[in-house]
């Protein structure tokens, strides 16, 4: 295996979300990008995977529109965000007769659209109205700023948020975003995420998008090219497995061999991370190691292809002590015209339906909608799967403290969604988290080389000796 010639040599070890976006942006400023991933393909948690013939993604996923940097790099690849993803306006819509609610902003500027959306909202008392608005109007006043930390479930006591609003809109909200139960998850990152989306000054950052194709296609694969047409090569099948310090750079121990660098982004998942960096910065190390995660399930269930739901997606009211486990179901026909008669049912925190037989839980969730959405027929699908993520976001609870991108070793980076930012582990949070890697990078590149070399170690200790 061989670099590419010209620029500054960096390996991105890691081709998910964030491996992904540092490599676009260091390709796109003149660097050597060297794309390492172990499997077979990119994406990590947010990847295409082919089931029954079709290619379906590890796990349904829902954009923003305040996903700023993610958009911009989908333009950067060649990617039309308005060709690739389905557009609708903020919603949080219950099939009829279901006990839910019907929320739904017109295309209205903001604040407009929410206050328009809460009068025609059905399904919701007075009490309930007048409560949405006393929390909106004070986390504004806020700045939507939280100093001291808290649960979400005490937030929402705070505000005297009612149990029905609390029920239909604020806990799904929360599950779907932090994919932390309210009663554990952060109000601070859960303030930052209504600030940029239903709390923005433009009307389109609250806007739901839902990918038309897999989430392979839609980012990592066109970020491939990216690289590969900018001088940079991938490399699939290569696990990182060690680093250590090489002159002015770094030498990586790769399933496949050895390469040599002048920078590296660590791209791999926290827990991978926490290994390779064990021996040089055992105190980061830790940090990583320390991180709970928490799972999502989602269960794919094919009917003949003339099913057609009457909404691209419904919110569901969970109740796992009645069999109650998905949360929100997407009809996956009317995103992608290859896949009629599909639907996809997420379960976010999902361990509680992780540790059930995948038949078993598909029998549940098929039930769940027939009855919800009043269709006998989707009772009796035609196959149903489950793919599950058991580490698909880190725990986001009061007061965490992540880890920046920096680290004590000179010359290398860490990327991924579990770095410091306002957000949680989300695909922006990804996205935002490469391309300050890559900044970190570049600045990195402009010393001269003598003074990288002098700088390597931990805590300004010798360098450990290559053989």
Not at 163 to 186: D, G, M, V
Not at 289 to 312: F, H, K, S, V
Request: charged content about 20%.
């Amino acid at each position: 295996m061989s670099a590419p010639s010209g620029g500054l040599r960096v390996a991105v070890a890691g081709g998910g979300w964030a491996g992904c976006a540092a490599a676009v942006e260091l390709a796109a400023g003149g660097a050597r990008v060297t794309l390492l991933e172990s499997a077979r393909s990119l994406g990590g948690r947010a990847r295409g995977v082919e089931v029954h013939g079709k290619m379906l993604d590890n796990g349904q996923h829902i954009l923003l529109g305040a996903y700023a940097a993610s958009l911009r790099l989908l333009r950067q690849v060649g990617i039309d965000p308005e060709q690739a993803l389905l557009r609708l306006p903020v919603q949080m819509r219950y099939p009829e007769g279901s006990g839910g609610m019907d929320f739904v902003a017109p295309r209205w500027p903001a604040p407009l659209h929410l206050v328009a959306a809460l009068v025609r909202a059905k399904g919701l008392a007075r009490a309930d109205k007048l409560a949405l608005a006393r929390f909106t109007t004070a986390a504004r006043t806020m700045g939507w700023v939280l100093y001291h930390d808290c649960t979400v479930e005490e937030l929402l006591a705070r505000f005297d948020q009612t149990p029905r609003l609390n029920r239909l809109l604020w806990h799904p909200l929360c599950i779907a975003a932090l994919n932390t139960p309210p009663e554990r998850a952060s109000a601070r990152v859960f303030l930052a995420v209504l600030r940029d989306s239903l709390g923005a000054k433009r009307r389109a950052a609250s806007d739901m998008l839902l990918p038309r194709i897999d989430m392979g296609a839609l980012f990592p694969q066109a970020a491939a090219r990216f690289v590969e047409q900018h001088g940079g090569e991938v490399l699939l099948g290569n696990k990182l497995t060690a680093v250590a310090p090489a002159g002015s750079g770094w030498r990586l121990t790769l399933s496949g061999g050895e390469l040599a660098f002048d920078a590296l982004v660590l791209a791999t998942p926290a827990t991978q991370s926490a290994a390779i960096l064990a021996p040089h910065a055992p105190d980061l190390a830790g940090q990583l190691a320390d991180l709970a995660y928490e799972p999502i399930a989602t269960c794919y269930l094919q009917y003949d292809p003339a099913l057609r739901l009457d909404l691209p997606f419904y919110a569901l009211l969970d109740d796992p002590a009645h069999e109650r486990w998905g949360q929100f179901a997407f009809d996956r026909g009317q995103l992608d015209a290859t896949q009629p008669g599909l639907l996809a049912v997420v379960v976010s925190v999902a361990g509680a339906a992780a540790a059930l037989e995948q038949d078993a839980l598909g029998k549940m969730i098929a039930a769940q909608l027939a009855h919800d959405l009043r269709r006998p027929d989707l009772g009796a699908p035609q196959w149903t799967r489950v793919i599950t993520e058991k580490r698909a976001t880190f725990s986001c609870t009061p007061g965490l403290v992540r880890p920046g991108n920096e680290t004590p070793l000179p010359g290398l980076v860490l990327a991924g969604d579990y770095t410091a930012g306002d957000y949680p582990a989300t695909l922006e949070t990804a996205v935002q988290s490469g391309i300050a890697a890559a900044a970190l990078i570049r600045a990195y590149g402009k010393l001269p080389p003598e003074k990288r070399r002098l700088s390597h170690g931990d805590g300004g200790q010798e360098p450990t000796s290559v053989k």
